[in-house]
């Protein structure tokens, strides 16, 4: 990346490249963070200062299929110890995480709770570390962890905004992008009907879809009928739907026995962070077909199926042009000021296991949101 692309991603990133300046200035030198996440140009405004106020940073990705390589290049180029790069297989990407664990840290940033699991089970007691997702709560629920966890997946400012809005924002454009193909009258399922589904069925229906929504929670089916989607089993849904849309942060969502009801033709997406919603595995033992970047067809006996972004979190599939930095610019800034508070010393004292990220740093980040300066 030139100078002029980065002085871009500084202006569109402007609470965490200000929250930065500060972080920059202090002296973490002798302290390492181990980082786990999506890796992108946004990954730049979290990471350089933490490398500038003198710490050294280990990096691995969470999803290969979310990996930006000019992010990569460039993040080494600073002296950021990464494994890393896109289309990354299975046993390359757990050997990432092997890697990243073959040594203790102080902070951990982890997006899915392996790394936070893979430490603890190496007997690892880092400061504290932070966890991002659905996905990884569930992972980490009912594990004895040493150590605190500072939960920002659960914040008002992530569940509210960027689960409930922004996720889908990105995920249509993503859509259209890979497909060529607008929603009007199109039949969408969503799957789990949580914020992230909420938004994605909400902005479909703005694109002219016809939308469905499955959940096993009887008041969020109320609510979605409340908020004009039409309601239906798993089963049911699918023998129609044009485009399955899975949102719930669980694996297996669309097994086998799912996959095979699934309508001739239809598309499927997941926007959760478990890049095993859809049963890849199970769709992979079957004749497929590359149609174009992010696009696989899959023969199912008399039936064609197509995926889209080897069923990773579509709105974050890399080189389609259409992501939003500043959308994820408050949450780049969470993920910051928790690593340097952790780093030094503010979350000394608290239980070990899964703690609420601390509301000072939320109102701090929600204040420079509102201010539109740090």
């Not at 896109?86 to 990432?96: P, T």
Request: net charge negative; charged share 20%; glycine share 10%.
């Amino acid at each position: 990346m030139d100078a002029a692309e980065l002085e871009w991603i500084a202006w569109t990133t402007p609470i965490t490249t200000s929250f930065g300046t500060a972080v920059a200035a202090s002296d973490l030198s002798g302290r390492t963070v181990a980082c786990r996440q999506h890796i992108l140009g946004d990954t730049i405004s979290i990471v350089t200062p933490l490398v500038d106020a003198g710490a050294r940073v280990r990096m691995a990705p969470c999803n290969p299929d979310s990996t930006d390589d000019r992010a990569v290049a460039h993040l080494a180029s600073i002296g950021v110890e990464v494994r890393a790069w896109a289309g990354m297989s299975a046993v390359e990407l757990d050997d990432s995480l092997t890697w990243l664990v073959s040594e203790p840290a102080d902070a951990l940033c982890d997006m899915g709770g392996d790394l936070i699991a893979a430490a603890a089970a190496a007997g690892h007691r880092p400061a504290g570390a932070l966890e991002a997702t659905t996905t990884g709560l569930h992972r980490l629920d009912g594990l004895e962890i040493p150590f605190p966890v500072l939960d920002w997946n659960g914040i008002a400012l992530k569940e509210l905004i960027h689960n409930r809005h922004h996720v889908g924002v990105e995920t249509w454009p993503a859509f259209s992008a890979i497909t060529g193909l607008a929603l009007y009258g199109r039949e969408v399922v969503v799957v789990g009907f949580g914020p992230v589904g909420q938004g994605v069925a909400a902005r479909a229906r703005d694109l002219g879809a016809v939308v469905t929504v499955v959940d096993l929670d009887p008041v969020r089916l109320v609510q979605a009928r409340h908020d004009g989607s039409r309601v239906a089993t798993l089963e049911s849904a699918l023998h129609s739907a044009s485009v399955v849309v899975t949102a719930t942060g669980f694996d297996g969502v669309l097994g086998a026995s799912q996959l095979a009801q699934v309508a001739d033709g239809a598309i499927l997406v997941n926007v959760g962070h478990s890049d095993r919603e859809i049963d890849v595995d199970w769709l992979d033992g079957h004749p497929r077909t590359h149609i174009r970047r992010h696009l696989e067809r899959f023969t199912l006996d008399d039936r064609s199926v197509y995926l889209l972004n080897r069923g990773s979190l579509v709105n974050l599939a890399p080189g389609l042009g259409i992501g939003a930095p500043q959308l994820f610019d408050p949450f780049a800034a969470i993920m910051l000021l928790g690593l340097e508070a952790i780093l030094s010393g503010q979350t000394t004292g608290l239980p070990n296991g899964v703690q609420r990220y601390p509301r000072a740093l939320e109102d701090r980040v929600a204040r420079a949101l509102v201010a539109g300066s740090a």
